[in-house]
């Protein structure tokens, strides 16, 4: 039973309800009614919101022949012995793997930076690890020359760029945002920062200006722009494979700078990062480059600020070839990201121990490789490496910043302190190459592996069976797949892509088959190039 | 036997390497305790079981497929966060317009039906300046202003318009944007809304427009069959396209990584 007292509420409820759906009619009926009254409060506009547009970034399109893809299968972890079949549609010549990437156009629109992940295919192999003899400890607090070890440690340089691009024909396309397509030229590698430089004949790119680096702080946001693949779903019944250029925002999380105030590194972190976000170029909110993300762990990024970026392409360019990168020889952690019980592992005691842990400053050694310039120099797992050409070492970036200064073969002071002595001591280490001068920390362990046995010095090739043979016009024998342009081997006339069948009249089954090769006498070897038999003689001392 | 031991000891084993060997003092203790011993066995047994299954390798358009997806389900979550994917409480809430609309209109009628009074109408030209009030007369309607255009907005005519029903709509000039209302007493009231925050549209990302190319090439994975040199021969599978960081080869080793770097 419902009360009086109930229904009267309801009503008046009800009452309510129709005043407010009348007061809205008013407002919302024609200005018939309501010109008669003022509006104050005048619906608002819509305002659309567009990104910027970031026109430097651009979509890289880098292409592998399947010489190339071979060398890299030669030069992986695989247990590689032979080649033994591939299918009708790979072609040696012939492209077989396209990367697709984003790329940085630097600010005279003719230079782009990008992260190539198959770089590598377009190097020299790395040199094989020649270890400097041990020599006999310097008296203590002395300052200590030494040099790191001699050849073969040092990087070749390559040939003027006319005479590599004829031999290795680097295929690399630009799309822009516009979707104008442009021809690049590779012009090296920077060992440093891992980046490649691409550059174009004429100023064809967006010029614009980088984001200022003082103005990046944590919280920023950020869009990471890279080319992504279009799904079957999204392109429909169109056949083949699509791409568009996608977008991830992030926020900056922290800003790492040097010593010297220089930006080092930007981390930033979204739950949407993937490892395809890696090459991708990250622009703040009006589309000015920060720079490029070289590292991702879990949600968060490593961006590599676009001032290092242009100074990598600065070496390359005036190089005009790929740069290896300066090497010591040590593996490390920054002492403030240690604990003291870490650090009295390694041989600190005590107060002194307790000391370092708290000023927070140098580079711990962790590993020496044995005959690097460190190990030459006598540097030890447990030293404290404090202050480089007396800057002081705060963290990782610092260390790196400062070594990047110096070039492979310049000298570098070092400060270091040790567990035993108190008292610091001065070394001048001249750094040499990367024997590894681009794949450096992977390589780093593998060191001590002997590389694959060359036939002839300045030639890779691989043992092909019967099947890929004939393919070739051969029977069997070593296929080519990479000679150094300024090589003995390339001189006398072998060639990419030939098949060495016999090397002093007798054929050739294995990749180790560097003993039928006399270093004092000339030797004869045959090779089928284009299905054509020719025979190449091999001067003595090669 | 002490607890912690055998829980070292279990540990190392767990983390040794096939065929690697054990520390000294594992071994040691494997002599001593013989329920490690069984646990060291039956991991080793394990290990080679493992170790004998063949390698599963994944398709060769793994990963294409896979960042395909990917891009989709991220282009899908844009457009639901921009607003041109509708929800269900996005659905409820045009519903309940709707309906509001709808009885309001109804409520109009039957007011009008009822009403014999005629409606003033108001209508007349706008005014020249963005932000300064100009008499206007009313009971001058004129032809231009009904139909949306002013004689003397003339040399602006995308500024402000009036519509056949005489209500006004402000529109965006560029830089100043002003919204205009008119009195009864004739006057017309600018008011500026630069002041004011607009709402904000983000615009979904053209799907097959012009920042969409093809590559030239199709999807085909090719095979490369490789001897290791000892009699037995295996078969790779090689994607033809990568994005990204992705290597043609997954094994092969990354390049350098500048950021993570350390070893100098």
Not at chain 1, 486 to 502: H, K, P, Q, T, Y
Request: overall charge positive; some cysteine.
């Amino acid at each position: 039973m419902i009360s009086v007292k109930r229904v009267r509420s309801l009503k008046a409820l009800m009452l309510g309800l129709v005043l407010c759906v009348s007061a809205t009619a008013q407002t919302l009926l024609p200005v018939s009614r309501t010109a008669e009254s003022q509006i104050t409060k005048p619906p608002r506009p819509v305002q659309v919101e567009t990104s910027a547009p970031a026109p430097q970034v651009v979509t890289i399109l880098h292409r592998l022949n399947g010489l190339k893809v071979i060398r890299l299968l030669l030069r992986g972890n695989e247990q590689f012995g032979a080649l033994a079949n591939i299918d009708e549609a790979f072609q040696l010549a012939g492209d077989v793997h396209t990367n697709v990437i984003a790329g940085l156009a630097l600010s005279d629109g003719q230079t782009i930076a990008a992260w190539l992940p198959e770089a590598e295919a377009e190097l020299p192999p790395p040199l094989p690890f020649a270890p400097a003899p041990p020599t006999a400890p310097a008296p203590p607090g002395s300052t200590r020359t030494k040099s790191g070890p001699a050849a073969p440690m040092a990087m070749p340089a390559l040939p003027p760029n006319t005479f590599q691009r004829s031999f290795t024909a680097v295929d690399v396309k630009i799309v822009t945002r516009d979707g104008r397509n442009l021809l690049g030229h590779y012009m090296g590698l920077d060992g440093l920062t891992g980046l490649s430089v691409i550059t174009l004949s004429t100023s064809n790119l967006a010029k614009s200006a980088d984001a200022i680096e003082d103005s990046i702080q944590a919280g920023q946001r950020v869009r990471l722009i890279g080319p992504e693949p279009v799904s079957q779903n999204e392109r429909g019944a169109k056949a083949g494979i699509y791409v568009r250029v996608g977008e991830t925002e992030a926020t900056v999380l922290d800003v790492t700078r040097t010593a010297t105030k220089t930006l080092a590194r930007v981390r930033i972190k979204s739950p949407k990062i993937t490892q395809a976000n890696i090459g991708a170029v990250a622009v703040n909110s009006s589309g000015e480059p920060l720079g490029i993300v070289n590292a991702i762990e879990g949600d968060q990024a490593s961006i590599l600020p676009v001032g290092l970026v242009r100074s990598a392409a600065r070496r390359v360019i005036a190089r005009q070839a790929s740069v290896p990168r300066p090497w010591l020889g040590v593996r490390g952690e920054p002492i403030g990201k240690l604990t003291l019980e870490r650090i009295l592992k390694v041989g600190w005691r005590g107060d002194r121990a307790r000391a370092l842990a708290e000023k927070r400053q140098g580079i711990l050694l962790t590993s020496v490789v044995p005959g690097s310039p460190a190990a030459a120099a006598e540097l030890k797992p447990g030293d404290v490496i404090l202050r480089v050409n007396d800057e002081m070492i705060q963290n990782a970036e610092d260390f790196s910043m400062f070594l990047q200064d110096a070039t492979p073969g310049s000298f570098v002071n070092f400060t270091v302190v040790r567990p035993g002595t108190a008292a610091l001591e001065a070394f001048k280490i001249k750094l040499a190459d990367s024997p590894e001068p681009f794949f450096g920390p992977i390589m780093f362990d593998a060191r001590t592996a002997a590389p694959p046995p060359m036939l002839v010095p300045g030639i890779e090739a691989i043992a092909i069976k019967p099947r890929v043979a004939a393919r070739l016009g051969a029977t069997g024998g070593l296929l080519i797949v990479y000679v150094q342009p300024n090589s003995v081997a390339f001189a006398a006339g072998l060639r990419l892509g030939d098949v060495i069948e016999s090397v002093n009249g007798e054929s050739i089954v294995t990749r180790s088959a560097s003993g039928l090769v006399n270093k004092n006498t000339s030797t004869t070897v045959v090779v089928v190039r284009n299905k054509k038999k020719l025979t190449i003689a091999l001067p003595a001392n090669q | 036997m002490n607890k912690t031991d055998c829980r070292n000891v279990r540990r190392e084993i767990e983390e040794a390497a096939t065929g690697e060997l054990l520390t000294t003092r594992v071994r040691e203790h494997l002599s001593r305790c013989a329920s490690c011993a069984t646990f060291g066995d039956e991991q080793q047994e394990l290990k080679n079981m493992v170790a004998g299954l063949g390698t599963v390798e994944a398709p060769a358009d793994f990963d294409f497929k896979l960042r395909a997806r990917l891009a989709a389900s991220r282009s899908a979550r844009r457009d639901v966060l921009s607003g041109n994917g509708f929800g269900i409480r996005s659905v409820a809430f045009a519903t309940l317009v709707l309906l509001l609309g709808f009885a309001v209109l109804m409520m109009d009628v039957r007011s009008r039906s009822t009403d014999s009074a005629p409606a003033a109408r108001a209508s007349g030209p706008a005014s020249e300046s963005n932000s300064r009030t100009a008499p206007v007369n009313e009971n001058k309607p004129s032809e231009e202003a009904r139909a949306g255009t002013s004689p003397t907005n003339s040399s602006n005519p995308s500024h402000v318009q009036t519509n056949p029903s005489g209500r006004q709509v402000a529109k965006s000039n560029g830089s100043s944007l002003s919204q205009f209302t008119v009195a009864r007493n004739g006057q017309v009231k600018a008011t500026d809304l630069s002041a004011s925050p607009a709402p904000v549209l983000r615009p979904t990302e053209t799907r097959m427009g012009s920042s969409v190319f093809p590559l030239g090439t199709s999807y085909q994975s090719l095979k490369v069959s490789v001897d290791d040199g000892r009699g037995s021969s295996r078969t790779i599978s090689l994607p033809t396209v990568s994005f990204g960081s992705s290597r043609v080869l997954a094994r092969n080793p990354a390049p350098v990584n500048a950021g993570l770097r350390d070893s100098w």
